[in-house]
């Protein structure tokens, strides 16, 4: 009998079986060339501080959480960080760059970097709003 389970974590081989399987129903035809795309911000000790988890897709960057550790924010560590996935998204040639963040969070840090809200998402949470925002990539130079 075939079941659905709620997974705690899924290995390598697993998440890729769904992207794979995904892809080979996909009517666009354009390669995908999904890959994750991880950076991590270590102090000396090698303790994680902060960091980015995003992949690329199609010819996009996909930034899914940015995260400094509080007593480093305001440091240029973030900014960092987004302009470092934003050069290895320019390398795999993404021209393109998305994320999510709330009316609460990073707005004004994100629009310093040159992304824009493409839309808003309210109520979630209840009586805030999800921005959805976006970049074009220059060009590796």
């Keep these: 009998m075939i079941e659905i389970n709620e997974e705690q ?9 769904i992207h794979d399987g995904l ?4 009517p666009v035809n354009q390669p995908r060339h999904y ?3 991880f950076l991590s911000l270590r102090d000396p000790d090698l303790r994680l501080v902060g960091g980015v988890l995003a992949s690329t897709v199609w ?3 996909s930034i ?13 560590y973030g900014s960092r960080l987004v302009a ?8 795999r040639g ?3 760059a998305r994320l999510d963040t709330f009316d609460y969070q990073a707005r004004a840090f ?3 970097l040159g992304y824009s809200v493409y839309a808003q998402l309210e109520g979630f949470p209840e009586g805030h709003a999800q921005l959805h925002m976006t970049k074009l990539l220059p060009s590796a130079s």
Excluded: F, M
């Design 9 to 17: 974590s899924l290995n390598e081989l697993e998440i890729r079986r």
């Design 23 to 26: 892809v080979a129903t996909d």
């Design 35 to 37: 890959a994750p795309l």
């Design 59 to 61: 010819n996009w960057l």
């Design 64 to 76: 899914d959480a940015l995260w400094v550790n509080q007593e480093l924010r305001g440091q240029g």
């Design 84 to 91: 470092q996935a934003e050069q290895v998204a320019r390398k």
């Design 94 to 96: 993404c021209t393109h």
């Design 110 to 112: 994100y629009e310093r």
